[in-house]
């Protein structure tokens, strides 16, 4: 699976949106961008994905670059349940076994 | 919905004790099973993964060995634990290519 690259770390105040950006330059044509969250001491949560067109469900929204080497994760209003770690995640469609490659992911800090 | 059960949720073991870590699913049947580890502020790292019952994928060299005893268990072992087994442990299940459902994880330390 191709490689991502996220910011370390990001804060936010309460209320406010949060864009949270992933590069994936080396994107190939099959890879799906997901994203997952990690609660502190929690396994990982699914949060979106998508392929080509922008996504929204009721978590979140994606926006995706028109030229798919880079997306952005949107929280509309951030809360501080929103503090975790949030991985930008590319998976081959077509690999058999569906296992995810995490990196290091951004710590968001939601600040009151 | 699936729900993964793991156990325990904490463990401390001493260097050279034996592990064993239970994964089952409810919820779904014939499911891909997976074994992540995840070390102190480090990513997660695929440990083993299986698609049916006796069938694991090993994917990386290690001290630990994993198991698929029925289609809704995934077992993850040891003989002899070492100080770098210490970290997080996580059961995922993934059906397709959508998303995948982790357990609560198990915490172990290894002195």
């Known amino acids: 699976d191709a490689k991502t690259t996220q910011p370390n770390s990001m804060e936010s105040n309460e209320e406010e949106p949060v864009h949270l950006p992933c590069n994936h330059s080396t994107i190939s044509g099959t890879d799906y961008i997901h994203w997952y969250r990690q609660l502190p001491s929690q396994g990982p949560e699914y949060v979106i994905h998508?392929?080509?067109?922008?996504v929204n469900n009721r978590m979140a929204s994606l926006a995706i670059a028109e030229d798919r080497k880079s997306s952005t994760l949107i929280l509309h209003r951030a809360t501080l349940r929103d503090a975790a770690v949030y991985y930008c995640i590319l998976r081959d469609w077509g690999s058999g076994a569906n296992n995810l490659f995490f990196g290091t992911g951004t710590r968001l800090t939601v600040i009151p | 919905s699936q729900t993964i059960h793991q156990w325990p949720a904490t463990l401390v073991q001493p260097v050279g004790s034996p592990l064993s870590l239970e994964c089952t699913v409810e919820?779904?049947?014939?499911?891909?099973l997976y074994w992540y580890r995840q070390a102190a502020g480090r990513g997660l790292q695929l440990l083993f993964y299986?698609?049916?019952?006796?069938?694991i994928s090993s994917e990386v060299p290690q001290n630990l060995s994993a198991s698929r005893p029925q289609d809704r268990q995934f077992i993850l072992s040891s003989k002899k634990l070492l100080l770098s087994d210490s970290g997080f442990y996580l059961c995922?299940?993934?059906?397709?290519?959508?998303?995948?459902?982790f357990g609560p994880g198990t915490r172990l330390t290894v002195l």
């Open positions: 919820g779904t049947s014939n499911p891909n």
């Open positions: 299986s698609v049916g019952i006796g069938q």
């Open positions: 998508g392929l080509t067109s922008n």
């Open positions: 995922a299940n993934g059906g397709s290519y959508n998303e995948q459902f």
